[in-house]
């Protein structure tokens, strides 16, 4: 008879040898690895986007988005009327970094890491990039794509080509 909650060592063979199947980086293997990071979400109330001559700017207004005035912190965007996911960080008193949110490698979302200054993914290989999207580890990855972002009074301007 078999007692419940031990695992021979058969089963833990196959069972870790699934989940690293899982964890190989498969393009759709996504079942078991952790896709969404901690950014904040901002309601599409707090921005605008506009359009013109294949411009688009997205314009936050910064006292709908009080998360992200706070130095450290970080928020994020998805909106089908963008062509990307972005998140925006605070990276210090008033500088501020917008960048894909979505991790070159397989597509996750990054996190911002204060205390490194850097952009972290959040599925199992852990891509790290800096603040201008760099792969900055042994991963090697293609660069994060930046966008241009200015502070302009009470709001923060996102600089997109279409
Ligand atoms: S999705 Fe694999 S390291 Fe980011």
């Given amino acids: 008879m078999k007692d ?13 040898a699934a989940v690293g199947a ?3 980086g498969l393009n759709g293997c996504n079942i078991l690895l952790p896709q969404t990071g901690d950014a904040l979400q901002i309601h599409s109330s707090a921005y ?12 936050i207004d910064t006292g709908k988005a009080p998360d992200l005035m706070n ?4 928020v994020k965007i998805i909106d089908s009327r963008i ?8 990276t210090g008193e008033s500088d501020f970094t917008a960048l894909s ?34 792969s900055i580890d042994s ?7 930046t966008y ?12 997109f080509e279409v």
């Fill in 22 to 24: 899982c964890m190989c």
């Fill in 83 to 90: 062509n990307d996911r972005i998140i925006i960080a605070n």
């Fill in 71 to 74: 130095v450290g912190s970080a």
């Fill in 148 to 159: 241009p972002i200015r502070r302009q009074n009470e709001k923060l301007i996102i600089f």
């Fill in 48 to 59: 605008e986007i506009s359009e013109s001559n294949k411009k688009v700017e997205i314009i």
């Fill in 101 to 134: 949110l979505s991790c070159t490698h397989n597509g996750a979302e990054v996190e911002y890491k204060h205390d490194r200054k850097i952009f972290k993914c959040v599925s199992y290989n852990r891509a790290e990039f800096s603040l201008d999207g760099r």
């Fill in 4 to 16: 419940i909650g031990k695992v021979s060592r058969r089963e833990f063979i196959a069972t870790t």
């Fill in 139 to 145: 991963m090697n990855l293609k660069t994060l794509k």
